[in-house]
């Protein structure tokens, strides 16, 4: 076992309560000691849910393991039963209450309770977060799910699908489906269940009354679409819909299944990341060089959307997916490079700071490295933080999906190319650094303020830090290099940067600051 600060994924009794949470009338009891139950914050802090995740705790403590913690385990599995009135209920024990071997499924089973009760065994210490979600996902299928013989037939006669594999805190599984789900009907096609999230266990009784099913998260749905396959015949899509390119694929896939004209249901598709990244402004990203790393759907996705649609150069790929390090390492060898299997984000800060990207897209581990590298990042992939689960619209599949990735992903790299003309236009009277903001116009009384606003932001909080710097100004001397090199960073920092290079200089006693002082000072900085 490694013991580290960051982890790209928990414990596999999380992903299980990721389908728990994502679905409705499903309660989820985990034969647990207190400690083990954090992971209640990961749902109604991270990703905002207005309600607990379905889960009772054992909640066991030192003092009980020398009495009958199976007896604290039957007593709130039939509490949980009783207070909750789940439709099916799935039982199974944390990492550390798999170490005391009670058998929550034998224990529940016991109980005689009137509905399913699913059994997980998730060996913690061999298998992770996004493979607990899978089988938790998989074994609720192949319990719950009904004999195409024994359900109630349709009556449309429109060809319908199931859409596996979206669940609580995925990377904008919310939106995903709405995309996908208003691109299928547009298509003619009707969705007989979306799963698990949202799903009920009489959603997952009937998945075989579907002809085809859509798997969006490969992690996620893959082992059930498989066995749904074996069982009922139902084949599966192989293309994410993530990109424009890679949607249109989807559509003649899906079109194909459904037995659909394909050229028909592309004739009324429409996206404009497709224009905009032909378009002229975007001429400027044409060879960016871009660091893909994630889970391995969104991974290899993405970097086929920077390759293809945006003109990037991947000069690396990775996953912390090792389940799936086949599909990526393919990928790597379209683009030439060595794919990263890992899941030591030190190893993974080590590889982009040997690349020297021009963009990160990444998990919210690497949108940390790429803050202490200076490079820009966008977020493609769990883990994410509380503001990757955003109040407005933002698939990341389909067309309006691809349009978001363009804007998410060109935007930090435009911030350059802001910067590339304010140094072209430095001495243009409107654009020269101590010019006011276009907004307060062009008067005397414009400017002044504006002067005087930035003085007061700049002006330190302190009588010692004002003593500081004018000890420092009083001493330190830039030379006609320095000054020069000091002029090419930006000005909305470039204050912080004379200030701590004369606080660098004047802790060690130099009494002219050359260029080399400046670049000695900022390498020192970006370490503290």
Known sequence: ?????????????????????????????????????????????IERLPKRPPVTYTTFQARDLGGDTAELFKTAAREAYARFSPKAMLVGSSCTAELIQDDPGGLCKALNLPIPVVALELPSYQRKENWGASETFYQLVRNLALPKDSLVKSESTKPRCNILGPTALGFRHRDDVTEISQLLTKMGIDINVVAPLSATPADIARLADADFNVVLYPEIANLSAQWLKRSFGQAFTKTIPMGHSATREFVREVAVLAGLDPDAALAKTVSRAAWYARSVDSTYLTGKRVFVFGDATHAVAAARVAAQEMGFAVVGIGTYSREFAREVREAASLYGVEALISDDYLEIEARIAELNPELVLGTQMERHIAKRLGVPCAVISAPVHVQDFPARYSPQMGFEGANVLFDTWVHPLMMGLEEHLIGMFRGDSEFHEDAAPSHLGGGVHAQTQWVATQQAQLAPAQSGEVATTHESLAVSVWDNGAEKELKKIPFFVRGKARRNTERYATERGISVITTETLYESKAYFSQS
Not at 7 to 31: I, N, Q
Request: proline share 7%; net charge negative; hydrophobic share 45%.
């Open 1 to 45: 076992m490694q013991l580290t600060l960051w982890t790209y994924e928990g414990p596999p009794h999380v992903g299980a309560m990721r389908v728990a949470t994502a679905m409705e009338d499903v309660h989820y009891v985990l034969h647990a000691p207190q400690g083990d139950t954090y992971a209640d914050l990961l749902f109604t802090m």
